[in-house]
């Protein structure tokens, strides 16, 4: 898992004594391949392009969907940005999951076909 990772901060604070952390996904994966770990943790949303990072096809894993936490994404505006600008992000995000689009677009260019 990704050194300082929010899931190996997670699992640190629950008690989880034998992790092995790296600096990056891609060396994760690389772990993983070359079976110096027996798993490792990533959002679905990221698998598929952590798995191409690290030159692994996805036929050569076993997906185990854990859900370790709920995790939010974050937008980062720059200080000297408006509240009204923030808001009008706000309120275009709100309206595309409103109108289902959000969902459409999570399906087609985040999660795996």
């Not at 854990?66 to 808001?87: P, R």
């Not at 999951?97 to 677009?105: A, D, E, H």
């Amino acid at each position: 898992m990704l050194n300082g990772g929010v899931h190996e901060t997670f699992l640190r604070e629950n008690g989880f004594k034998n992790l092995i952390s790296n600096v990056s996904y891609k060396a994760c994966f690389r772990m993983l391949a070359l079976k110096r770990v027996s798993l490792t943790i990533t959002s679905v949303l990221s698998l598929s392009e952590r798995l191409k990072g690290a030159g692994i096809s996805p036929q050569d894993i076993k997906k185990t969907p854990v859900l370790l936490t709920n995790s939010e994404g974050y937008l980062a505006f720059s200080k000297n940005i408006s509240d009204d600008i923030i808001q009008q992000w706000q309120n275009a995000l709100d309206h595309l999951k409103q109108s289902g689009r959000y969902s459409q677009l999570v399906q087609e260019y985040l999660l795996e076909k």
